[in-house]
């Protein structure tokens, strides 16, 4: 497998001094290239939520992030130079929902906002400690938002998450979201995982 080589760029996710959220993207396609994206806002306070809340209440926003999610998928969309036509339906995988749930939950307990965790682990290895095989990874990150629908149009407004969103080469995706710690100021945070399984060897 190549080495992927990755390239910082910066991007605003959403309107041009529109600073009530942040997101971060990163795509690490089938091209041996990765990508990052990043739009900084001030996080806003969000009260705690009970463990059994939190676990219900995100089961439910996150079904209706992939509904939102595949809904973008299934229309043509053009983004600069790129054109994107309709994908298949991204498909969940459990695998994939624990990779981006342990990295909200550990986000939130520290505030912090960053695709890379707390002991300096990346997308592709939390994706591996759970034991799902890739071929193509990437993730984006969003926070303040408590409902789906502003997280997918902030991501369709930067290139780099949205062609997390749009590439047929994803396949496969995990979802979670989560509220801060008691004190923390970081707000909710919200994680897509979207992957390609790697080849089975015959």
């Known amino acids: 497998m190549s080495r992927l080589h990755p390239t910082l760029t910066r991007a605003v996710a959403g309107r041009p001094g529109h600073r009530s959220w942040r997101a971060l993207g990163l795509a690490l396609a089938l091209a041996a290239g990765a990508s990052l994206a990043h739009a900084q806002g001030t996080p806003a306070a969000v009260g705690p939520a009970s463990p059994d809340r939190e676990a219900s209440s995100e089961s439910a926003v996150t079904a209706q992030l992939l509904e939102l999610v ?4 299934a229309e043509a969309r053009t983004w600069g130079p ?12 459990p695998p994939l929902d624990a990779a981006a749930r342990a ?4 986000l939130s307990a520290r505030g912090a906002f960053d695709l890379r965790g707390s ?16 071929s193509g990874i990437g993730e984006n990150l969003a926070d303040r938002h408590l409902v789906p629908e ?11 998450q949205c062609s997390n969103i749009m590439h047929p080469a994803f396949t496969e995706v995990g ?10 100021s970081a ?16």
Request: hydrophobic share 35%; net charge positive; aromatic share 6%.
């Open 70 to 73: 595949n809904r973008a998928r």
């Open 82 to 93: 790129e054109r994107y036509a309709g994908a298949p339906a991204l498909r969940r995988q």
């Open 103 to 106: 990295h909200v939950r550990d």
């Open 119 to 134: 002991d300096g682990s990346t997308t592709e290895a939390r994706v591996e400690r759970e034991g799902y095989r890739w």
């Open 150 to 160: 502003p997280i997918v149009q902030g991501w369709l407004t930067d290139p780099m």
């Open 175 to 184: 979802l979670a979201r989560s509220t801060p710690e008691p004190g923390s």
């Open 187 to 202: 707000g909710v945070v919200w994680s897509m995982v979207v992957a390609r399984p790697r080849a089975q060897p015959r």
